[in-house]
T-cell receptor, first 116, second 112 residues
Framework: DQQVKQNSPSLSVQEGRISILNCDYT??????FLWYKKYPAEGPTFLIS?????DKNEDGRFTVFLNKSAKHLSLHIVPSQPGDSAVYFCAASAVAGGTSYGKLTFGQGTILTVHP | NAGVTQTPKFQVLKTGQSMTLQCAQD?????MYWYRQDPGMGLRLIYYSASEGTTDKGEVPNGYNVSRLNKREFSLRLESAAPSQTSVYFC???????????FGSGTRLTVV
Protein backbone atom coordinates (compact mmCIF):
# COMPACT_ATOMS: atom_id res chain seq x y z
CA ASP A 1 0.00 0.00 0.00
CA GLN A 2 1.72 3.12 -1.28
CA GLN A 3 0.99 5.85 1.27
CA VAL A 4 2.81 8.53 -0.73
CA LYS A 5 2.27 8.58 -4.48
CA GLN A 6 3.84 10.51 -7.30
CA ASN A 7 1.71 9.57 -10.26
CA SER A 8 3.83 11.21 -12.94
CA PRO A 9 7.01 9.19 -13.59
CA SER A 10 8.45 11.98 -15.71
CA LEU A 11 8.02 15.64 -16.64
CA SER A 12 9.64 17.62 -19.43
CA VAL A 13 9.68 21.44 -19.48
CA GLN A 14 11.41 24.22 -21.35
CA GLU A 15 14.05 26.34 -19.65
CA GLY A 16 12.51 29.43 -18.07
CA ARG A 17 9.04 27.91 -17.75
CA ILE A 18 7.37 26.60 -14.60
CA SER A 19 7.79 23.00 -13.44
CA ILE A 20 5.01 21.57 -11.28
CA LEU A 21 5.59 18.26 -9.55
CA ASN A 22 2.70 16.62 -7.73
CA CYS A 23 2.40 14.26 -4.78
CA ASP A 24 -0.60 12.65 -3.07
CA TYR A 25 -0.76 10.92 0.28
CA THR A 26 -3.29 8.70 2.00
CA UNK A 27 -2.19 8.64 5.66
CA UNK A 28 -3.99 11.43 7.54
CA UNK A 29 -1.39 11.14 10.34
CA UNK A 30 1.30 12.67 8.12
CA UNK A 31 2.02 16.18 9.34
CA UNK A 32 5.36 17.09 7.81
CA PHE A 33 6.30 16.94 4.15
CA LEU A 34 9.60 17.23 2.34
CA TRP A 35 10.96 17.29 -1.19
CA TYR A 36 14.30 15.74 -2.08
CA LYS A 37 16.29 16.08 -5.28
CA LYS A 38 18.51 13.31 -6.60
CA TYR A 39 21.16 13.40 -9.31
CA PRO A 40 22.48 10.15 -10.86
CA ALA A 41 25.05 8.29 -8.74
CA GLU A 42 24.42 10.60 -5.77
CA GLY A 43 22.28 10.39 -2.67
CA PRO A 44 19.08 12.45 -2.37
CA THR A 45 19.54 15.97 -1.04
CA PHE A 46 16.96 17.96 0.92
CA LEU A 47 15.26 20.69 -1.08
CA ILE A 48 12.32 22.18 0.81
CA SER A 49 9.76 21.19 3.43
CA UNK A 50 6.40 22.21 4.84
CA UNK A 51 4.57 21.61 8.09
CA UNK A 52 0.88 20.74 8.08
CA UNK A 53 0.12 23.98 9.89
CA UNK A 54 1.07 25.88 6.72
CA ASP A 55 -0.24 25.76 3.18
CA LYS A 56 2.74 27.31 1.43
CA ASN A 57 6.49 27.54 1.89
CA GLU A 58 8.86 29.39 -0.42
CA ASP A 59 12.62 29.23 -0.86
CA GLY A 60 13.98 31.13 -3.82
CA ARG A 61 12.77 29.51 -7.04
CA PHE A 62 11.12 26.66 -5.13
CA THR A 63 7.64 26.77 -3.58
CA VAL A 64 5.77 23.91 -1.96
CA PHE A 65 1.99 24.03 -1.63
CA LEU A 66 0.01 21.81 0.72
CA ASN A 67 -3.72 21.08 0.40
CA LYS A 68 -4.58 19.04 3.49
CA SER A 69 -8.21 18.47 2.59
CA ALA A 70 -7.17 16.93 -0.72
CA LYS A 71 -4.11 15.23 0.80
CA HIS A 72 -2.06 16.75 -1.99
CA LEU A 73 1.17 18.67 -2.22
CA SER A 74 3.01 20.19 -5.13
CA LEU A 75 6.44 21.61 -5.82
CA HIS A 76 6.71 24.60 -8.16
CA ILE A 77 10.03 25.58 -9.71
CA VAL A 78 10.08 28.99 -11.35
CA PRO A 79 11.94 29.61 -13.57
CA SER A 80 13.16 26.12 -14.42
CA GLN A 81 16.83 25.70 -15.29
CA PRO A 82 18.69 22.83 -17.00
CA GLY A 83 20.53 22.19 -13.73
CA ASP A 84 17.18 21.34 -12.14
CA SER A 85 17.06 18.16 -14.23
CA ALA A 86 17.00 15.37 -11.63
CA VAL A 87 14.69 12.92 -9.88
CA TYR A 88 12.41 14.57 -7.31
CA PHE A 89 11.02 12.60 -4.38
CA CYS A 90 8.33 13.77 -2.03
CA ALA A 91 8.38 12.37 1.48
CA ALA A 92 6.11 12.49 4.52
CA SER A 93 6.49 12.02 8.24
CA ALA A 94 4.03 11.50 11.10
CA VAL A 95 5.51 13.37 14.04
CA ALA A 96 2.52 13.64 16.38
CA GLY A 97 2.87 11.46 19.45
CA GLY A 98 6.64 11.48 19.20
CA THR A 99 6.88 7.88 18.09
CA SER A 100 7.76 8.31 14.45
CA TYR A 101 11.51 8.41 15.17
CA GLY A 102 11.82 10.57 12.10
CA LYS A 103 10.84 7.85 9.67
CA LEU A 104 10.14 9.23 6.23
CA THR A 105 7.82 7.58 3.71
CA PHE A 106 8.85 8.38 0.14
CA GLY A 107 6.98 8.55 -3.13
CA GLN A 108 8.19 6.79 -6.28
CA GLY A 109 9.93 9.85 -7.69
CA THR A 110 9.42 12.03 -10.79
CA ILE A 111 12.17 12.51 -13.35
CA LEU A 112 12.30 16.18 -14.33
CA THR A 113 14.03 17.14 -17.56
CA VAL A 114 14.52 20.83 -18.31
CA HIS A 115 15.42 21.50 -21.95
CA PRO A 116 17.60 24.50 -22.87
CA ASN B 1 32.98 17.57 5.79
CA ALA B 2 32.42 13.90 4.94
CA GLY B 3 28.77 13.72 6.09
CA VAL B 4 27.50 10.17 5.53
CA THR B 5 29.98 7.71 4.04
CA GLN B 6 28.92 4.40 2.54
CA THR B 7 31.17 1.55 1.49
CA PRO B 8 31.44 -0.12 -0.92
CA LYS B 9 29.99 1.95 -3.78
CA PHE B 10 29.46 -1.09 -6.01
CA GLN B 11 29.22 -4.81 -5.30
CA VAL B 12 28.31 -7.94 -7.24
CA LEU B 13 27.33 -11.00 -5.23
CA LYS B 14 26.37 -14.51 -6.14
CA THR B 15 23.10 -15.88 -4.80
CA GLY B 16 23.64 -17.20 -1.28
CA GLN B 17 26.70 -15.09 -0.52
CA SER B 18 26.75 -12.77 2.46
CA MET B 19 28.04 -9.25 2.83
CA THR B 20 27.88 -6.20 5.05
CA LEU B 21 27.22 -2.67 3.82
CA GLN B 22 28.98 -0.10 5.95
CA CYS B 23 27.72 3.37 6.87
CA ALA B 24 29.37 6.02 9.02
CA GLN B 25 28.39 9.62 9.79
CA ASP B 26 30.54 12.30 11.36
CA UNK B 27 27.79 14.80 12.20
CA UNK B 28 26.97 13.46 15.69
CA UNK B 29 23.46 12.53 14.52
CA UNK B 30 21.35 10.36 16.79
CA UNK B 31 19.20 8.52 14.25
CA MET B 32 20.31 6.45 11.29
CA TYR B 33 18.38 4.70 8.52
CA TRP B 34 18.80 2.19 5.72
CA TYR B 35 16.67 2.55 2.58
CA ARG B 36 16.62 0.71 -0.71
CA GLN B 37 15.70 2.32 -4.02
CA ASP B 38 14.08 0.30 -6.77
CA PRO B 39 12.63 1.53 -10.09
CA GLY B 40 9.01 2.60 -9.68
CA MET B 41 9.11 1.97 -5.93
CA GLY B 42 10.85 5.03 -4.58
CA LEU B 43 12.87 4.64 -1.39
CA ARG B 44 11.67 2.03 1.08
CA LEU B 45 12.83 1.83 4.69
CA ILE B 46 14.62 -1.39 5.62
CA TYR B 47 15.76 -0.74 9.21
CA TYR B 48 16.37 2.25 11.38
CA SER B 49 18.12 3.12 14.62
CA ALA B 50 16.50 5.93 16.61
CA SER B 51 19.53 6.16 18.88
CA GLU B 52 22.70 4.30 19.77
CA GLY B 53 21.84 0.83 21.08
CA THR B 54 18.40 0.57 19.46
CA THR B 55 17.29 -0.80 16.10
CA ASP B 56 13.85 -1.40 14.59
CA LYS B 57 12.34 -2.88 11.46
CA GLY B 58 11.08 -0.69 8.68
CA GLU B 59 8.84 -1.49 5.75
CA VAL B 60 10.96 -4.19 4.05
CA PRO B 61 13.24 -5.86 6.67
CA ASN B 62 13.11 -9.48 5.48
CA GLY B 63 16.51 -10.86 4.48
CA TYR B 64 18.45 -8.14 6.29
CA ASN B 65 20.02 -7.54 9.69
CA VAL B 66 21.56 -4.39 11.14
CA SER B 67 24.01 -3.38 13.81
CA ARG B 68 24.33 0.05 15.39
CA LEU B 69 27.96 -0.38 16.35
CA ASN B 70 28.27 3.04 17.99
CA LYS B 71 26.82 6.49 17.45
CA ARG B 72 28.72 6.91 14.17
CA GLU B 73 28.25 3.54 12.48
CA PHE B 74 25.21 1.61 11.28
CA SER B 75 25.81 -1.50 9.17
CA LEU B 76 23.41 -3.55 7.04
CA ARG B 77 24.04 -7.27 6.57
CA LEU B 78 22.71 -9.62 3.93
CA GLU B 79 23.17 -13.16 5.31
CA SER B 80 22.19 -15.02 2.13
CA ALA B 81 21.82 -12.71 -0.84
CA ALA B 82 18.96 -13.20 -3.30
CA PRO B 83 18.40 -11.64 -6.76
CA SER B 84 15.42 -9.74 -5.27
CA GLN B 85 17.94 -7.80 -3.17
CA THR B 86 19.49 -6.26 -6.26
CA SER B 87 19.01 -2.57 -5.56
CA VAL B 88 20.65 0.70 -4.66
CA TYR B 89 21.04 1.03 -0.90
CA PHE B 90 21.13 4.39 0.86
CA CYS B 91 22.13 5.13 4.41
CA UNK B 92 20.87 8.33 6.04
CA UNK B 93 21.13 10.10 9.36
CA UNK B 94 19.38 12.95 11.15
CA UNK B 95 19.53 15.03 14.27
CA UNK B 96 16.67 14.56 16.74
CA UNK B 97 14.09 17.27 16.16
CA UNK B 98 15.13 17.96 12.57
CA UNK B 99 13.01 16.28 9.93
CA UNK B 100 15.41 16.20 7.03
CA UNK B 101 17.90 13.44 6.46
CA UNK B 102 21.46 13.59 5.21
CA PHE B 103 22.00 10.74 2.75
CA GLY B 104 25.10 8.89 1.70
CA SER B 105 25.91 8.46 -1.98
CA GLY B 106 24.61 4.89 -2.08
CA THR B 107 25.78 1.32 -2.69
CA ARG B 108 24.74 -0.31 -5.95
CA LEU B 109 24.34 -4.04 -5.25
CA THR B 110 23.76 -6.68 -7.91
CA VAL B 111 22.96 -10.26 -6.93
CA VAL B 112 23.38 -12.78 -9.74
Amino acid sequence: DQQVKQNSPSLSVQEGRISILNCDYTNSMFDYFLWYKKYPAEGPTFLISISSIKDKNEDGRFTVFLNKSAKHLSLHIVPSQPGDSAVYFCAASAVAGGTSYGKLTFGQGTILTVHP
Amino acid sequence: NAGVTQTPKFQVLKTGQSMTLQCAQDMNHNSMYWYRQDPGMGLRLIYYSASEGTTDKGEVPNGYNVSRLNKREFSLRLESAAPSQTSVYFCASRVTGIHGYTFGSGTRLTVV
